[in-house]
């Protein structure tokens, strides 16, 4: 029975410690588009246990185009 607890258990422990661990999305670039609209740029972080460092992941782009409001 303790070998089966300890069979069971590292795995979990392993699992834990190399668990998906990530956060946003984030804004990380709002620039122009040279149009009249703006490019806006949003990426996860992920930290790396091995390096202990953070990664940038999952990069998207989106555009909008702003206008002039109208006066009703």
């Not at 588009?33 to 009249?36: K, L, N, P, V």
């Given at each position: 029975m303790k070998k089966l607890?300890?069979?069971?258990a590292i795995p979990l422990m392993l699992v834990t410690l190399t668990g998906c661990t990530t956060a946003g999305p984030f804004v990380t670039n709002i620039s122009s588009?040279?149009?009249?609209g703006l490019n806006i740029e949003k990426a996860r972080v992920k930290l790396n246990f091995w390096t202990n460092g953070l990664?940038?992941?999952?990069t998207t782009n989106?555009?909008?185009q702003?206008?002039?409001?109208?006066?009703?």
């Open positions: 607890a300890i069979l069971i588009d040279g149009r009249g990664e940038t992941c999952e989106s555009s909008i702003l206008t002039q409001p109208t006066n009703k």
